[in-house]
T-cell receptor, first 113, second 111 residues
Framework: GNSVTQMEGPVTLSEEAFLTINCTYT??????LFWYVQYPGEGLQLLLK?????DKGSNKGFEATYRKETTSFHLEKGSVQVSDSAVYFC????????????FGTGTRLLVSP | DVKVTQSSRYLVKRTGEKVFLECVQD?????MFWYRQDPGLGLRLIYF???????EKGDIPEGYSVSREKKERFSLILESASTNQTSMYLC??????????FGAGTRLSVL
């Protein structure tokens, strides 16, 4: 079946450090890929997405590139802020059927001043 | 902005009680979803619905049922709550653009 694997956390960084959160996927076919973010006490919200190979999604300084050859969608940010502290979920959705999302287990990011 | 509202942020119930979790969306979305979120397991799909009165089982439907009588409302029902159903429950909705919008979640404790 389809699945998403992301690095375990927590990831602890100082403000202005470079962030990478790794995500790899297994899918039959060509999925769309997503990063969702969950701030403390809130539901998930879409951070960025990419729908085909070599697409780059970007938002709020975060970027991720859809790499079909390595089945990866790593999340990066050049300079994190304390306000980026949250849980980040990588997810995939097949582009047919009922748009079900398959999530990774989530990676908690803690940014200290 | 899309708004998905879950009726309760926190619930405490007793083992064996019947529990209703309500979710309402205001964007006329066709699809609605119920997930549970547990540490180390991420989000797991319980049930989803693609139209009024239609429902499909997700990955972990056992012990749950759902109801969708109106397009904007999707209810999750625990017929007889058990302690292993203590969890965070998240509702989401989506339309044809393949983006899901989530509510803030209901943290359910079953004692």
């Amino acid at each position: 079946g389809n699945s998403v694997t992301q690095m375990e956390g927590p990831v602890t960084l100082s403000e202005e450090a470079f962030l990478t959160i790794n995500c790899t996927y297994t899918a039959t076919g060509y999925p769309s890929l997503f990063w969702y973010v969950q701030y403390p006490g809130e539901g998930l919200q879409l951070l960025l997405k990419a729908t085909k190979a070599d697409d780059k999604g970007s938002n709020k300084g975060f970027e991720a590139t859809y790499r079909k050859e390595t089945t990866s969608f790593h999340l990066e940010k050049g300079s994190v802020q304390v306000s980026d502290s949250a849980v980040y979920f990588c997810a995939l959705s097949m582009n047919t059927g009922f748009q079900k999302l398959v999530f990774g287990t989530g990676t908690r990011l803690l940014v200290s001043p | 902005d899309v708004k998905v509202t879950q009726s309760s942020r926190y619930l405490v119930k007793r083992t064996g009680e019947k529990v209703f979790l309500e979710c309402v969306q205001d964007m006329d979305h066709e699809n609605m979803f119920w997930y549970r979120q547990d540490p180390g397991l991420g989000l797991r799909l319980i049930y989803f619905s693609y139209d009024v009165k239609m429902k499909e089982k997700g990955d972990i439907p056992e012990g749950y049922s759902v109801s969708r009588e109106k397009k904007e409302r999707f209810s999750l029902i625990l017929e007889s709550a058990s302690t292993n159903q203590t969890s965070m429950y998240l509702c989401a909705s989506s339309s044809g653009e393949n983006i899901q919008y989530f509510g803030a979640g209901t943290r359910l404790s079953v004692l």
